[in-house]
């Protein structure tokens, strides 16, 4: 009898502490990112890369600090989501902006919808995602050896708490 009691006392303590958790979480403030709200443009001059060709595979989401659906705010006080997974829609704002550059440099660019596998392939990893900062690895590879891999930060600075309201955080992402 003594450990039927137990086993309901520790039953109970999980139920308890998931509640909280559950109430606790339920304080996070959601931001909807409108689906064309991240519209990346490169600037550069690529004509250094006319005529040739790139196969733009894809976006991974490799980072600790998102979800499959959300990202948050550095301090978690808000979380922001689209209504996609949040690798395919970075994934769609980066493969349109890159398909722009390259074929305004006069570059052949495929994808997954119609690959040229003889391409030098190009994919884009996720690896950190806030509010105020955005990390990704671009990676290249030819004939199966990786020419390129570089991390690349875009930072902002944080807003001041007076500041963080609906409208301008769903502005901001």
């Known amino acids: 009898m003594k450990s039927g009691k137990h086993i309901r006392t520790i039953i109970g303590s999980v139920c308890i502490i ?3 958790v559950i109430i606790g979480c339920s304080t996070l403030t959601a931001v909807k990112v409108p689906p064309g709200n991240y519209n990346p443009v490169f600037t550069g001059d690529y004509s250094v890369y006319k005529g040739k060709h790139v196969y733009l595979m894809n976006f ?3 980072a ?3 979800s499959i659906w959300y990202y948050y705010s550095l301090d978690k006080k808000f979380s922001y989501s689209t209504n996609d997974t949040i690798h395919n829609y970075f994934w ?3 493969r349109y902006a890159f398909r722009n550059a390259f074929a305004k440099a006069g ?3 495929s994808n997954v919808d119609n690959p040229d596998l003889t391409a030098p392939a190009m994919w884009i990893t996720l690896l950190s ?3 105020v900062s955005n990390s990704v ?3 290249v590879q030819k004939t199966g050896t990786t020419i390129l891999a570089e991390k690349y930060t875009i930072q902002e600075p944080p807003l001041e708490e007076k500041d963080r309201n609906l409208a301008v ?3 901001r992402a």
């Open 64 to 66: 600790n600090d998102t």
């Open 137 to 139: 690895r671009v990676t």
């Open 92 to 94: 769609y704002a980066f």
């Open 107 to 109: 570059m052949r660019v």
């Open 169 to 171: 955080l769903e502005q």
């Open 60 to 62: 991974d989401n490799q």
């Open 129 to 131: 995602i806030t509010d």
């Open 18 to 20: 998931i509640s909280i």
